[in-house]
Every structure is written in C-alpha cells, then in structure tokens.
C-alpha cells in the first residue's frame, strides 16, 4: 500500500498549489480519500475528505471557499486544489485514506498515510 503526495512548494500569499495523492495497493473506489496538514510546532489537523464511493466532500471551515478536493479513480489520484493561500497554510500536506466519510476529519480514522508534502507561503 502506498500513498504518495506531490506539488508542494514555495508559493506566495494569494497564489495556488495543487497537491496529488496517487495511491496504490488496496481498492481506491471504496475507500475515502482525506487531508490533513501539520504546521510547525501544532497537532494535525484535518483540512478536507472525498468519498470516491460517492463523491461526497467536506472542508475545514478555515480552507471552505478556496480550497477544492477531487478525485481520479480512473488514475487511483486524488487531488487538493489550493486558491488563495494565506501564511497560515503553511504546513505538511498528508494524504490518508479512510473506509468511511463518516471518519471524515478524525485523527485516528484513516488506514493508511502519506509521508507527507511541504506547502510553504510566504506573506
């Protein structure tokens, strides 16, 4: 099994990024895609989920409205657009899959992880 996250970088507030998450190993169709981000010296926190059963999606209220999560499973690749990005989203990137949305957002829900991708936004 593995899920590897790509498209970190160096961006400057008000630019965009868009991270992939191409997983492989275990049925992508059935399980829901999530990301989480971990910022410097703070706990994990969940950024946003997409069931690639049904496509159901769910956001943080601090990345609603200017960050957009889709999903491939034709290329096993789910993605994490990033618009408008502020100083304070600078973090590592993780991608986990969970069996179920209803595991959206929770720490301990996902099966698998990524090792993570670096999004850094300067002011």
Not at 88 to 97: G, K, L, P, Q
């Amino acid at each position: 099994v593995q899920l590897v996250e790509s498209g970190g970088g160096v961006v400057q507030a008000g630019g965009s990024l868009r991270l992939s998450c191409a997983a492989s190993g275990f049925a992508f169709d059935d399980y829901t895609i999530a990301w989480f981000r971990q910022a410097p010296g703070k706990e994990r926190e969940p950024v946003s989920c997409i069931s690639n059963n049904d496509g159901t999606t769910h956001y943080s209220d601090s990345v609603r409205g200017r960050f957009t999560i889709s999903s491939d499973n034709a290329k096993n690749t789910a993605y994490l657009q990033m618009s408008d990005l502020k100083p304070e989203d600078t973090a590592v990137y993780y991608c986990a899959a969970a069996v179920s949305i209803l595991l959206c957002g929770v720490e301990s829900g996902p099966r698998y992880w990524g090792q993570g991708t670096q999004v850094s936004v300067s002011s």
